[in-house]
């Protein structure tokens, strides 16, 4: 039996959110998680994961996810070398601070807290104000460093034209920009991986096959690609394949093939033989 070795995956663990931030791109919330069987067919056949991305929605509201998420790493004895996560800092119950604690305990662990003017404003608006800045507090010392060090101010630049930002104008980002006073700090835009959008295998003819680029499963169980709204995830945009009813390594089998017929035999020799001697070295 085939077992697969990924450079980067990224778990859409939930659609819900604690906030509706005028610029997200992911569109408006849902009440949507990822169930057990998704989660159970995207870790069944990996042997090592060198950076697992827990994503949203709000990761932490569902600390149910996360300790299914750990009992199962741990279950299939997947060397996990990174994890990551990006948080809105409204949700640090005690639960999910024991939680974090178990994955600092797993990997390495990097947290992105969303500190900038659309979450602040969402936040102030929310009177959450007080919370997100106790768990700051809090998520900053257990982490062991401090936010406020860094500085990456959201410009419109940075903003993608997807989901609600659909919506924005630059009359709104002007009155967000006015209403932020310059000693707040604004962290986090998402700093994404440094991996390809898409998936490359190789080694197929070994036990364990190589995965580079970015595995990402949507909440309901499609592969799709970083950074995009939910309606379009649904629509399957790699070739409408999902793991609900099967293991990841066989929807990644599914992708080469239809990979292969989209490129023509002939291309697909010359793609193979590329990534074949990019990668295998
Ligand atoms: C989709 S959110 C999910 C995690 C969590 N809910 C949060 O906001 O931190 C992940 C990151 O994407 C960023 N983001 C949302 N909409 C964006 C957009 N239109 N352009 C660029 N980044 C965006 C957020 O600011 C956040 O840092
Ligand atoms: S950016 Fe994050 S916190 Fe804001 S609405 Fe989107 S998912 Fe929620």
Redesign the pocket.
């Known amino acids: 039996m085939k077992k697969l070795d990924v450079s980067y995956m990224y778990l859409e663990l939930t659609r819900r ?1 604690t906030l509706q ?1 005028a ?4 569109g408006d919330r849902q009440n949507i998680d990822m169930s057990e069987e998704i989660l159970d067919n995207a870790l069944k056949d990996v042997v090592h994961i060198h950076e697992l991305d827990l ?5 932490l509201l569902v600390p149910e996810k996360i300790e299914s998420l750990i009992n199962k790493i741990k279950r299939y004895g997947i060397r996990v070398d990174k994890i990551s996560f ?3 800092g409204t949700v640090l119950t005690p639960r999910v601070v024991e939680l974090i604690k178990e994955l600092q305990q797993i990997a390495s662990l990097n947290v ?1 807290l ?1 500190h ?1 003017k ?2 602040l404003l969402e936040i102030y608006i929310k009177k959450l104000v007080e919370r997100v800045d106790q768990n700051t507090e809090l998520l900053t010392e257990m982490l062991g460093y401090n936010p406020k060090d860094k500085d990456f101010a959201m410009d419109d630049g ?3 034209r ?2 609600r ?1 659909k919506l924005l104008t630059q009359e709104d980002i002007d009155a967000i920009n006015k209403w932020l006073t310059p000693t707040q700090y604004h962290i ?3 700093g994404g991986p440094n991996t390809l959008d898409v998936v490359r295998m190789y080694d197929w003819d070994k036990d364990i096959v190589q995965v580079c680029g970015s595995v990402v499963i949507s909440a309901t169980g499609f592969l799709t690609q970083l950074d995009r709204e939910y309606e379009l995830e649904d629509k399957g945009p790699i070739f409408r394949i999902n793991i609900k009813d099967k293991s990841l390594l066989s929807a990644l089998v599914q992708y080469e093939e239809k990979y292969r017929e989209s490129l023509g035999d002939e291309e697909y020799k010359e793609y193979r033989e590329e990534i074949d001697s990019k990668y295998n070295k």
């Open positions: 959110c931030c610029h997200c791109l992911r994503g949203g929605g709000e990761p990006t948080t809105n992105r969303s900038d659309f979450h940075t903003i993608s997807i989901g930002a986090s835009y998402y």
